[in-house]
């Protein structure tokens, strides 16, 4: 395919460079041929199992919600419980956040309509054998390691740019339009959020975003089909994220999302049209460890099933990450993380199963 020239979007072979995936079964193949199969290298070591029946899972209200809304226009009180929410736990659901419903709609029927084509179609959107954008599964780096029960759509969506049209499914009606507009409402959360937080630091309020440079957004549309036995499998495995944000529009109705909060495991409970938002492994490397990223996976269901959207917000790849001088002090706050060019963690992290908060790990003095 010859690029094309003058609407600012790559449409050639081009790969990011960040590493690779390998080639998997489609998990939704296995179960449109045989629902009851669950092959052996998906089944989870009996530790990793979901515990379905855990009294934790009641705990699931006590997740932060911030009204975009008031946080926006300078309430102090939801300033302080916005600084709460990502001290305490690193995740919170945002209201009021003012993306149209019609936006969050046309984005999800996008994702099922891409999931709902034939196989044969959707191979033609599957990975390149040196890159993590298109159709496949993330983070399979050995042919022994045990797999996550979903399948996926990884692109890069903003800035234009670097967008590799030739793994998006253009022709499917209307799904570049959704992408576009539901891209565009998410950086508009993301500034706020980033004021936010940039102020929390000891910053402008420009100051987080000035120091992303040329800042991306990555999106991982998740497919997770029925598992006839859910209790040993999960959807995706423990891992913290790679970004400085991600935003993670839900299924409406199942819960599937579950983070680590005081070594228990608490389901995310959606709330409608709402936007579930975690600070990623940068911002705690920024904020010197004051707010962590926090371990989170995905567990499957028997009868329906659920699908998602992540957008993960990271710097330019040539960034030094690094505690910020603000949020380092000597006596008091010790520098607990080394600087590293941005590029080289993220791909330290793309050429590791999932596992846990052992990324951030890799980043301590």
């Known amino acids: 395919m010859d690029p094309e020239v003058g609407n600012g979007c790559v449409q050639e072979d081009e790969e990011l460079g960040w590493g690779k995936s390998l080639p998997v079964a489609s998990v939704q193949e296995i179960v449109r041929n045989d629902s009851l199969c669950v092959p052996e290298r ?19 209200s006590e997740i932060p919600v911030i009204n975009m809304s008031l946080l926006a226009n300078g309430d102090k009180d939801e300033l302080r419980n916005f600084d709460i929410a990502c001290k305490e736990w690193g995740f919170f659901q945002i209201t009021n956040h003012g993306i149209a419903e019609t936006v969050i709609h046309n984005m999800k029927e996008a994702i099922a309509a891409f999931f709902q084509l034939p196989f044969d179609e959707k191979k033609k959107y599957a990975m390149p054998a040196n890159d ?6 993330g983070y399979v780096v050995s042919e022994q390691q045990t797999l996550d029960w979903s399948d996926v759509l990884f692109l890069v969506t903003l800035p234009p740019s670097v967008r590799n049209l030739k793994l998006w499914p253009v022709t499917l009606p209307g799904f570049k339009e959704s992408i576009d507009q539901y891209s565009t409402e998410i950086q508009k ?15 402008d309020k420009d100051g987080l975003k000035m120091l992303h440079g040329e800042m991306k957004q990555a999106t991982r549309m998740n497919y997770y089909p029925t598992c006839s036995r859910p209790e040993l499998v999960l ?11 991600t935003l993670l529009l839900q299924d409406d109705k199942i819960t599937g999302l579950q983070i680590k909060h005081k070594d228990s495991w608490i389901p995310v ?28 996976r995905a567990v499957t269901n028997e009868k329906k099933a659920r699908m998602s959207v992540a957008t993960f917000v990271i ?3 040539e960034v030094e990450i690094g505690p910020l001088e603000s949020m380092v002090d000597d006596k008091q ?33």
């Open 189 to 203: 959360v993301t500034e706020e959020i980033f004021a936010k937080l940039s102020l929390l630091m000891g910053m």
């Open 132 to 137: 993590v954008q298109g159709y496949g599964q």
């Open 315 to 317: 710097p330019s790849e």
């Open 42 to 60: 998906y089944i989870q070591e009996r530790q990793n199992r979901p515990d379905y029946h855990s009294e934790v899972s009641y705990a699931s």
């Open 235 to 245: 959807g995706v495995s423990p891992h913290s994220d790679a970004s400085t944000i």
């Open 269 to 296: 409970k959606p709330i409608p049209d709402a936007i579930v938002v975690n600070i990623g492994d940068v911002a705690e490397v920024l904020s010197n460890g004051l707010y962590k990223s926090v371990e989170h």
């Open 333 to 365: 706050f010790p520098r607990m993380y080394r600087n590293m060019k941005y590029v080289d963690y993220l791909r330290h992290t793309l050429e590791r199963k999932m596992d846990g908060k052992a990324h951030t790990e890799y980043l301590k003095l």
